[in-house]
Nanobody, 118 residues
Framework: EVQLVESGGDLVQPGGSLRLSCATS????????MSWVRQAPGKGFEWVST???????YYADSVKGRFTISRDNAKSTLYLQMNSLKTDDTAVYYC????????????RGQGTQVTVSS
């Protein structure tokens, strides 16, 4: 059974930082594209970032230069380092298998809440 469990969400002030983690099991993590997506209150899902098995990385323009995606294949864990957080980054963050194009049809975790507010 594929499992993805996100953690690390919190309430943080604008300009602050958070590191999200996604612990996975039930599939060959090292061979998969992995993505972070988010859903702000009252809005649809937004793709955030993807990292390929070989380490190629892609970011949405809205987070480029502020967020860093990484993976630890030995731990089957995906990370998202978020710096210079803005109120617009407030959302539930999900990790998902798949790329920016096919993640909606793949597995996704239950999400972790990130709230950016003063």
């Amino acid at each position: 059974e594929v499992q993805l469990v996100e953690s690390g969400g919190d309430l943080v002030q604008p300009g602050g930082s958070l590191r999200l983690s996604c612990a996975t099991s039930g599939f060959a993590f090292s061979g998969y594209d992995m993505s972070w997506v988010r859903q702000a209150p009252g809005k649809g899902f937004e793709w955030v970032s993807t990292i390929s098995p070989g380490g190629r990385i892609y970011y949405a323009d809205s987070v480029k230069g502020r967020f860093t995606i990484s993976r630890d294949n030995a731990k089957s864990t995906l990370y998202l380092q978020m710096n210079s957080l803005k109120t617009d980054d407030t959302a539930v963050y999900y990790c998902a298998t798949g790329s920016r194009f096919n993640w909606p049809s793949r597995s996704r975790g239950q999400g972790t809440q990130v709230t950016v507010s003063s």
